[in-house]
């Protein structure tokens, strides 16, 4: 059952928006004060995109399957595992909010999840994606959070100042809707990839590699609202079956231009184990707006 305390807003009239009781049809919903309602999807996800969205090439359901299956075989728990120690500690112990966005299966909050409750936080939990496909895996690895198909280049269907921690895992930034929405005391993490990551495995499948400077401008974009308050690299090794590599390529951009097919067929001639290298950058920013503490 999720978390009733979320700090949701109605898309339509902008008033907060209820976690309401069970439809008679067992599916919970989401209410506002005039009455606009929002019934969670069979799969417990909830839409709240009303009137047509930005165009957007989304995320195939193969794509985040190859996503689902790849992060469930542990390679990138680690990562995980330093998301959460950044995120929890920043937590305060009742009523923390936390925004996952661009959750994707939400397969990063449940492991921030699992160890804020083993630090004994109360944590209400929002993951936000466009893709439905991805939302279904979210709302099933994720039944305690409230799971929300949105835009995040959409004004955020939450109130100002109401969030403790944002997370942002490899997905767009909308840094004037973040540091609308976090509290002066909330932190934002951001994951990027840095330079050479997964370089081996992109040399034989045709994956985009990460641009130098591309960091540099991010950051320039943050800057308005942001200031960086820690910042750094989370690098580990990577030991891959053939299938593995195959979905760790064909979960990310190159699927929107290559079938896992062709992929597949390009890691043929690889030994295995396909050994690579991850490397990732993990920024914590505070709000401009933040006391210096
Ligand atoms: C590379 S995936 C990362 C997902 C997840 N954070 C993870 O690391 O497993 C990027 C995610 O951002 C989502 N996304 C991309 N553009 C978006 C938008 N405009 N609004 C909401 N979500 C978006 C995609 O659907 C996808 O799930
Ligand atoms: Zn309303």
Same mark, same amino acid.
């Given at each position: 059952m999720p978390a009733p305390n979320l700090p949701l807003l109605c898309p339509v009239c902008f008033q907060p928006l209820e976690l309401a009781g069970p439809h008679p049809s067992g599916q919970s919903r989401l209410v506002c004060g005039s009455s606009h309602s929002f019934d969670a999807a069979r799969q417990g996800y909830f839409n709240l995109l009303v009137g047509k969205g930005t165009a957007f090439e989304a995320d195939t359901a193969e794509m985040v399957e190859a996503r689902f299956n790849f992060l469930g075989q542990g390679h990138y728990l680690p990562l995980a595992q330093a998301v959460a120690a950044a995120v929890v500690p920043t937590l305060p112990g009742e009523h923390a909010v936390v925004l996952d966005s &661009? +959750? &994707? +299966? &939400?397969h990063y909050l449940r492991v921030l999840l699992d160890a804020a409750v083993a630090d004994g936080r109360e944590v209400a939990a929002l993951g936000l994606d466009i893709s439905k496909f991805a939302l279904r895996r979210a709302a099933r690895l994720n039944a305690e959070a409230v799971n929300v198909a949105w835009d995040i280049w959409q004004p955020l269907p939450v109130k100002d100042n109401s969030v403790d921690a944002i997370t942002v895992i490899f997905a767009p930034r909308n840094a004037a809707e973040f540091a609308r929405v976090l509290r002066p005391t909330g932190r934002l993490t951001v994951v990027t990839p840095r330079p050479g990551h997964l370089a081996s495995i992109a040399d034989v499948t045709g994956m985009l590699s990460i641009e130098e400077g591309k960091e540099s401008r991010l950051a320039g974009a943050m800057e308005a609202h942001f200031t960086v308050e820690t910042a750094r690299d989370v690098d580990f090794p990577l030991a891959l079956t053939r299938r593995e590599a195959a979905d760790l390529a064909f979960m990310g951009p190159a699927g929107h231009h290559s079938g896992r097919t062709a992929i597949a067929a390009r890691l043929e001639?690889? =030994?295995? =184990?396909v050994v690579s290298e991850a490397r990732f950058r993990l920024t914590v920013f505070r709000p401009a707006k933040a006391p210096i503490q």
């Open positions: &661009g +959750t &994707g +299966t &939400g001639g690889q =030994p295995e =184990p």
